[in-house]
């Protein structure tokens, strides 16, 4: 194992623990991986952030069809996802998939979150799209997944939860923060009577102004 491949393996035990911290995900739910080589590390399957280890996180090949893994323990059910915008979208380095509370209650809602707050531009365009639905861990999934991610680093699975991909794990993380902020935003305004959206000229000019905002990886 290369002391790379060790360092990304510590950072996403980290990243795992601070998800549920924030509550960005609860119990077992919710997973991570991150690109290494031609390879994917994810974490395993049904096993709590706080007794997560490094040796436990998952190895998988992008390229390999079979779904074998190197490991001890299981990936996540999740990992076809993971491993279809990995592989589709290589300016991702790694994939943060939650079940944050107002994101997810938007998914089951089945509603897109629109232009209503400026961060909406830090995503990628002016909206971020509801995946349909699937079921967990399938083929069909990772499509749906792969279509609402067309333009976008983030979306919302239907009656699931959400998905936001950086070009490495720190800016994944923050922009999964971002999204169940932005959610609980927008959730709140829908209550008060709805928000005011943006515009296409404001939202150009804020796109051209976000550039780079935002948390970027650490040495």
Known sequence: MSATEEDLRREIVAASRRMIDAGLSQGT????????????????????????????????????????????????TEWPFHRAILRERPEFGAVVHTHSPHATALAIARKPIPPCHYMIAV??????????????????????????????????????????????????????????????QYCLSLAIGGPVLLGAAELAETAAAITGYGAVARD
């Open 29 to 76: 739910s919710g997973n991570i991986s991150v690109r290494c080589g031609n390879a994917m590390l994810i974490t395993p399957s049904a096993v709590p952030a706080g007794d997560l280890t490094p040796g436990m996180i998952v190895r998988m090949r992008l390229d390999a069809e079979d779904g074998q893994w190197e490991g001890k323990l299981r990936p996540s």
């Open 123 to 184: 995503f990628g365009g002016d909206d971020v799209r509801v995946a349909d639905y699937a079921t967990f861990g399938t083929e069909a999934l990772s499509q749906a997944a792969l279509r609402a991610l067309a333009g976008r680093n983030a979306c919302l699975l239907a009656n699931h939860g959400a998905i936001a991909a950086g070009p490495d794990l720190t800016r994944a993380m923050w922009l999964a923060d971002e999204l169940e902020t932005l959610a609980r």
